[in-house]
């Protein structure tokens, strides 16, 4: 397929993903790509390869993996993981993933690798294992790496899960990084400053007092100590309550990997009802 082929595939797929809420038209996009060419990729060499030689050539380059690995690439329908659309960096769509693979595939830790080849070949999302590795590196308590039959492989650990399951990664990577430029300001501060430094201090203080300072996690603690929970709740009330008594607008997308985080605290319950969707209560 030429360019100009290729150019009126695109434009074809970025027509139909308009008819799709907006959160959704990334991954509509990215199906609509898949539909016009057939479900199939070039080759270095021009052949096509489908989606049985995708699975060998990961297993060539990923030898010992077994077949588990290879479940997480043929079985993993990306269409049900929208939070990856939200997620611009190489360390978010890689602790998502390694969770993921935790939870729905019970693959306990992922090698960089193998990160690289899913996301780049299932996602969409191009990277390198140089690049996660380096990104995996730099995540601090977030992250665990550890060594099996000579592999290096990460898992993500419980501050990480707090950090994923906030869901908002660009607002929590600019609160981090202008922590960090707080505290390397110099020493030698002149006095005109100071009044400056108590006029920040009053803003945060009146800022950590209001919800605007909770991440999804933290407004649904939120409604379970105020007995918001004690009746059944479906994830659209939830939604509307936020909206309308807490000021915050939170995608379903982001609420519902919240949810589950605290159904498997114990926290919450859940039913199906008879429209087919799940109604929340408090245990």
Same mark, same amino acid.
């Given at each position: 397929?030429?360019?100009?082929?290729?150019?009126?595939?695109?434009?074809?797929?970025? =027509?139909?993903?308009?008819?799709?809420?907006?959160?959704?038209?990334?991954?509509? %996009?990215?199906?609509?790509?898949?539909?016009?060419?057939?479900? =199939?990729?070039?080759?270095?060499? *021009?052949?096509?390869? *489908?989606?049985?030689?995708r699975s060998k050539k990961l297993d060539r380059s990923q030898p010992g993996d077994g077949g588990d690995i290879n479940s997480l690439?043929? =079985?993993?329908?990306? !269409?049900?993981?929208?939070?990856?659309?939200?997620?611009?960096?190489?360390?978010?769509?890689?602790?998502?993933?390694?969770?993921?693979?935790?939870?729905? %595939?019970?693959?306990?830790?992922?090698?960089?690798?193998?990160?690289? !080849?899913?996301?780049?070949?299932?996602?969409?999302?191009? &990277?390198?294992? +140089?690049?996660?590795? +380096?990104?995996?590196?730099?995540?601090?308590?977030?992250?665990?790496? %550890?060594?099996?039959?000579? #592999? &290096?492989?990460? #898992?993500?650990?419980?501050?990480?899960?707090?950090?994923?399951?906030?869901?908002? %990664?660009?607002?929590?990577?600019?609160?981090? !990084?202008?922590?960090?430029?707080?505290?390397?300001?110099?020493?030698?501060?002149?006095?005109?400053?100071?009044?400056?430094?108590?006029?920040?201090?009053?803003?945060?203080?009146?800022?950590?007092?209001?919800?605007?300072?909770?991440?999804?996690? *933290?407004?649904?603690?939120?409604?379970?100590?105020?007995?918001?929970?004690?009746?059944?709740?479906?994830?659209?009330?939830?939604?509307?309550?936020?909206?309308?008594?807490?000021?915050r607008t939170v995608a379903i997308t982001t609420l519902s990997p919240t949810l589950l985080r605290l159904i498997r605290e114990t926290?919450?319950?859940?039913? =199906?009802?008879?429209?087919? +969707?799940?109604?929340?209560?408090?245990?």
């Open positions: 397929m030429n360019d100009e082929e290729l150019k009126l595939v695109f434009k074809k797929a970025a =027509e139909l993903s308009k008819a799709v809420p907006e959160n959704l038209q990334e991954a509509a %996009f990215n199906r609509a790509v898949d539909v016009l060419l057939g479900g =199939e990729h070039a080759n270095e060499r *021009g052949a096509k390869v *489908g989606p049985r030689e690439f043929n =079985e993993l329908d990306r !269409t049900q993981f929208p939070q990856m659309n939200h997620a611009s960096r190489v360390v978010d769509n890689a602790m998502i993933l390694i969770r993921i693979a935790r939870e729905k %595939f019970q693959i306990n830790g992922l090698s960089a690798s193998q990160i690289a !080849t899913v996301l780049t070949d299932k996602f969409r999302f191009r &990277t390198t294992r +140089q690049a996660v590795n +380096q990104a995996l590196d730099k995540a601090g308590d977030k992250v665990d790496r %550890f060594t099996d039959n000579s #592999r &290096t492989l990460y #898992r993500v650990m419980a501050a990480g899960e707090e950090y994923l399951d906030a869901g908002d %990664f660009r607002t929590l990577s600019k609160t981090s !990084t202008t922590k960090q430029k707080i505290r390397k300001k110099p020493k030698g501060a002149t006095k005109s400053s100071k009044p400056a430094k108590k006029k920040s201090k009053r803003t945060s203080k009146r800022k950590s007092g209001s919800n605007r300072s909770l991440g999804p996690m *933290g407004l649904l603690r939120e409604l379970l100590e105020e007995g918001f929970f004690d009746k059944e709740r479906k994830i659209g009330d939830i939604q509307k309550h936020l909206r309308s008594k807490k000021g926290k919450l319950d859940r039913n =199906e009802s008879e429209d087919g +969707q799940y109604e929340y209560k408090k245990q």
